[in-house]
Each structure stands twice: as C-alpha cells, then as structure tokens.
C-alpha cells in the first residue's frame, strides 16, 4: 500500500512576523501536528515557505512556485500541499482560486488539514470563497488603516518613512 504524500507550505509577510510569532515553524509544526497528517500517516516530502506579502503571487520562487514544479515534475507522487491556514496561501480571492487550479492541473490538491475542504462537494467554491474574501477583506482593511496613520500623522508635521 502506497502511503499518501504532501508538501508542506507555510507564507509569513514579513520578517518582524516571522520572528514574533508568526513563524514559518509555527505553521509547520501545526501541520505536522494535525490529525490528517498524524492519523493518515501521510509522508512529508518538503517543506518550503515564502515571507511575502499574501496580497500577491509574485516573488514565491522560494516557496510555492519551487512546490509547484516538484509537482510537476513529479506527477503522481505527490497528493497535497498543505497549508497552516487559508489565509497562508494568500490574500487574494482571484489568485487563491488559480493557484488551487494550477496545481490541481498537475494532480495534487491544496488543502488545509484544520480547516478542510471536500472539493467533491459542490459549495467548496462558495467555502472558499468567504474564507479568502475574509483573508482579502481584512487585508484592505490594514491599508486603509495604515494609510489613513500615515496622513494623520503627516498633518500633525511629522515624516514617515513610508
């Protein structure tokens, strides 16, 4: 019996992040950890991460797109990429949905073990859909908070390195 494979992906935005907490190893150990991997006896064949912001799918070299071509390469042998959570994929509704569909094109599944998905049931558009409209959401809204700081504070005549 073959046993089923993954890689493991996990996205921080920054660097500051990844060093209060919201790491790289964090998310990895979280899948590692989580019932699909450790009941399923699933087999990790890599384990790659990218610090860039989830806004974009650009500049993923070191992680996502280096995972695809294993994929790729590999077809067959590789089921899933997981991810820690869906708002570690990205960012963005449009390009979550086409990452998903590129690496379904070459025969594995992107998934998250604690917040899975049955992409046999007809509403894992609509699932996704709120889980990356939030994940998107939520994002604008930091820039907009972010950009109305920077204009407070520049009337009250102080610079920001912005």
Same mark, same amino acid.
């Given at each position: 019996m073959q046993h089923k494979s993954y890689i493991l992906?996990?996205?921080?935005?920054?660097?500051?992040?990844?060093?209060?907490?919201?790491?790289?190893?964090?998310?990895?150990?979280?899948?590692?950890?989580?019932g699909t991997v450790t009941v399923g006896s699933l087999q990790e064949i890599a384990?790659?991460?990218d610090t860039v912001t989830g806004t974009r799918f650009d500049n993923r070299a070191a992680g996502?797109?280096?995972?695809?071509?294993?994929? +790729?390469? /590999?077809?067959?042998?590789?089921?899933?990429? @997981?991810?820690?959570?869906w708002d570690r994929l990205g960012r963005d509704v449009a390009d979550c949905?086409?990452?998903?569909?590129?690496?379904?094109?070459?025969?594995? +599944?992107? /998934?998250?073990?604690?917040?899975?998905?049955? @992409?046999?049931?007809p509403s894992y558009p609509l699932i996704l859909s709120v889980k990356f409209g939030m994940a998107q959401?939520?994002?604008m809204r930091i820039s907009d908070?972010?950009?109305?700081?920077?204009?407070q504070v520049l009337t009250q005549g102080f610079w920001t390195a912005h």
């Open positions: 992906y996990s996205r921080c935005s920054t660097d500051e992040q990844r060093q209060k907490g919201h790491s790289h190893e964090y998310q990895a150990d979280g899948i590692r950890r989580s384990y790659l991460f996502l797109d280096a995972a695809y071509k294993i994929c +790729e390469r /590999n077809r067959g042998t590789v089921d899933y990429l @997981f991810v820690y959570r949905f086409e990452c998903i569909k590129r690496f379904r094109a070459v025969g594995v +599944e992107v /998934n998250c073990p604690d917040e899975w998905i049955d @992409f046999n049931d959401s939520e994002s908070r972010t950009r109305d700081g920077i204009h």
